[in-house]
């Protein structure tokens, strides 16, 4: 009989962005021969005892909360995994890593969006991942991140997995089609930071002809918030685009939309754009290296330039003049999404454990 792998996820929120969506997937269609422990801060909005995971949850004191190194060792000494599997942020990787090292446990490191040295705890995490780290599995092309994270990428035997699709939960909660009528309904999903180029799909937006109809809803939080509703209000585009906060499940949203907007300056791996695809929603995204490695130049979507306003509203006229051809070529974007069936980023994610195990 084969012994299972026992494999320890480390990551501060339960629930939020891709990659907590990522790890309840790989929890959720688990290889039978891996058993999974969760370590994290939060898990609001989460049911834990439907993960198919032991979770261990610290208490956090404050900002600085040296409590979390004893929580990760004191983690790692009770459940004994045979793998570290380290998510995000640094406030958590880091000491992780640390306890990891001093109990001799092979650990991995994800990149999980474009890596560079953004913040102090970067540069300390690249630097405790250098010394302490045995693979790096990245979701997205590495060649997007800075130079010294694609040599620590080589230098791990790094491996890329993109995300994954539960394409049953998908077909199940969106089953619509996209109507020609108007007024046309656009939706925008993701962190209202400079990342996701908010204000200046606000800024595009204000470009389309007043004959035109259409509205926009935002869903997702960030620091740009208060100038993005400022900037819509300056615009006067408040009767058009609605800011709604944080949604927990996108998938009843893009079922009532007809337009996903997606003008990114940056991305890791694009979830929603590939959630789109999967459910034909036609889709104006950014001309950059993570969005262009998913679609290439099939005509699944209409590509524009990010740091040029006029492009992204000649982007969004495009489609509404033309919205019969893009509607059609969604079934070339459902074809691109089935490549990211969930159960097959499990099986490589497994591979890469049994891999690490074998060599280590």
């Not at 956090?60 to 983690?75: H, I, N, P, S, V």
């Not at 001093?102 to 405790?128: A, C, D, G, W």
């Not at 990114?264 to 104006?284: D, F």
Request: glycine share 6%; charged share 20%.
């Amino acid at each position: 009989m084969v012994k299972p792998i026992k494999v320890l996820h480390v990551i501060y929120a339960l629930s939020g962005g891709g990659a907590e969506r990522q790890l309840q997937l790989l929890l959720k269609y688990t290889h039978p021969n891996t058993i999974h422990g969760v370590l994290c801060v939060e898990s609001r909005y989460v049911e834990l005892e439907n993960l198919n995971a032991e979770v261990f949850l610290h208490q956090r004191q404050g900002k600085f909360d040296f409590g979390l190194y004893l929580t990760c060792f004191k983690t790692i000494k009770s459940f004994q995994p045979d793998i570290v599997h380290l998510w995000l942020p640094a406030v958590i990787t880091i000491p992780a890593m640390l306890s990891a090292a001093l109990q001799n446990k092979p650990v991995i490191f994800s990149y999980r969006r474009r890596m560079s040295f953004h913040r102090f705890l970067s540069t300390i995490e690249y630097i405790f991942a250098l010394f302490f780290v045995k693979k790096v599995i990245s979701n997205n092309e590495v060649s997007q991140s800075v130079k010294c994270y694609q040599l620590l990428y080589r230098y791990k035997s790094g491996v890329t997995i993109p995300n994954g699709l539960d394409f049953s939960v998908i077909q199940k909660k969106i089953n619509h089609q996209v109507k020609v009528d108007k007024p046309i309904s656009i939706l925008f999903v993701g962190r209202l930071v400079q990342e996701k180029n908010i204000l200046n799909l606000v800024r595009a937006l204000a470009q389309i002809p007043e004959n035109k109809q259409w509205t926009l809803d935002i869903f997702g939080d960030g620091n740009l918030k208060k100038e993005a509703l400022d900037l819509v209000g300056r615009q006067g585009l408040d009767n058009l685009v609605f800011f709604h906060g944080f949604e927990k499940s996108i998938y009843s949203k893009l079922a009532q939309c007809d337009l996903l907007l997606m003008p990114s300056n940056t991305e890791g791996m694009p979830n929603v754009l590939v959630e789109a695809m999967a459910a034909k929603i036609p889709v104006v995204a950014s001309n950059i290296s993570s969005i262009v490695n998913i679609v290439g130049d099939t005509g699944a979507v209409i590509l524009v330039d990010p740091e040029n306003v006029e492009s992204i509203a000649y982007g969004i006229l495009n489609y509404m003049d033309n919205q019969s051809i893009y509607i059609k070529n969604t079934s070339i974007g459902l074809n691109l999404a089935k490549k990211f069936d969930v159960e097959i980023m499990c099986e490589k994610y497994n591979e890469e454990y049994e891999t690490l195990l074998r060599d280590n």
